[in-house]
């Protein structure tokens, strides 16, 4: 199985604030990374549950995918994160499969984590997001807290 762990779920948010204060609020969590990712355009902000995250996401230009996702659906969930050891590979096996893909090409995302969207079409209806943390990169579990690079 090439799916090592549910790495995040996306939600489009249209307060980044509200959203962080409303999971703080209803379940006291805490947000462990805070990043503009400038090639979404989008704000994002992660908060960590157990060795997963929930990743809120606020676009800051019409043009971001995300704020045309709200336009057209509202806020909610966005995709799903898929943890993988090998993103690269992962895109070659499946384009060998005829799946439909976002991204053609591995690229950068967000806490150095290199990424790939799988298109819904080919991902039973969700937008999937491959993600390669090169900070799991050999099975090193995530350090609690101040984690470098965060
Ligand atoms: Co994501």
Do not use: N, W
Request: aromatic content about 4%.
């Amino acid at each position: 199985m090439l799916i090592e762990r549910i790495d995040h779920v996306g939600y489009a948010v249209e307060d980044l604030e509200e959203a962080i204060a409303h999971h703080q609020r209803l379940y006291g969590a805490e947000v462990v990374h805070r990043e503009h990712v400038e090639a979404d355009e989008v704000d994002e902000a992660l908060l960590a549950v157990g060795e997963s995250f929930i990743q809120l996401l606020m676009p800051t230009s019409e043009r971001s995918p995300v704020a045309r996702f709200l336009a057209r659906r509202g806020p909610g969930l966005h995709h799903v994160g898929y943890g993988v050891a090998d993103v690269a590979a992962t895109v070659d096996r499946l384009r060998e499969q005829g799946a439909k893909l976002v991204d053609e090409r591995p690229r950068r995302g967000s806490r150095g984590c290199t990424v790939a969207f799988v298109h819904p079409a080919s991902a039973m209806g969700v937008l999937v997001e491959l993600v390669e943390d090169p900070q799991r990169r050999g099975g090193i579990e995530r350090s609690t807290g101040g984690v470098p690079g965060f």
